[in-house]
């Protein structure tokens, strides 16, 4: 007889979203100290190619160290592609073209804030998603509080340049979340 707490495991893992990170939106969101955050989610991996530009150069980058230990901790893990070649490569770059494809792959969520490969996505029949839409995520499931989302989404909008209004989108967003999640307590 199976106890309820091997039920209780194994729907836990099923329910569990898998997520495919572009290494350009795990380094901003490393920036905005909010990567452990994001197991809270769902399941965090990157392909081979991503991994590589991820860590490659971890004696000259401080992020790139932190993020070698969260491999070593398993926080993060590598995804391989099951067979197939590069389709999308002239449109973007490497890592996107494998983050895609194997999210094609396994029906996991995309992660990327290069509009290339959020246009291919979306015409490929993914829903990928941005940091921003990340930390909304991390609010909404009330992993990080309507404060700190603040707080990160004002450090984010200076790393990426964002633009007045979307910024104004975000943080109106956010507010009705909050608004939502106070209802609920």
């Keep these: 007889m199976i106890s309820l707490s091997i039920y209780a495991s194994i729907a836990i893992f ?19 100290n909010v ?6 989610l769902g399941s965090v991996y990157v392909s081979p190619v991503v991994k590589s530009e991820l860590i490659s150069e971890k004696e000259k980058y401080s992020d790139a ?3 070698q230990d969260n491999f070593d901790k398993k926080l993060i893990e590598e995804m391989k592609l099951k067979g197939g070649k590069s389709i999308f490569s002239k449109n973007v770059g490497k890592g996107e073209d494998e983050s895609i494809q194997i999210c ?6 995309l992660v990327t804030d290069d509009h290339h490969a959020v246009n291919i996505a979306l015409h490929a029949g993914l829903k990928p998603k941005t940091s ?21 989404f004002r450090k984010l909008a200076q790393i990426k340049l964002l633009k007045p209004e979307v910024v104004l989108f975000f943080m109106d967003k956010a507010m009705e979340i909050d608004k939502i999640n106070s209802k609920g307590e």
Excluded at 132 to 152: M, T
């Design 14 to 32: 099923i329910l569990m979203k898998i997520f495919i990170y572009d290494a350009c939106s795990l380094i901003y969101l490393a920036k905005l």
């Design 35 to 40: 990567k452990e955050k994001l197991v809270y």
């Design 65 to 67: 160290k932190m993020l």
């Design 104 to 109: 094609l792959q396994i029906d996991a969520t």
């Design 132 to 152: 921003e839409i990340i930390l909304i995520e991390l609010l909404r499931e009330r992993i990080i509080s309507y404060e700190d989302f603040q707080n990160y």
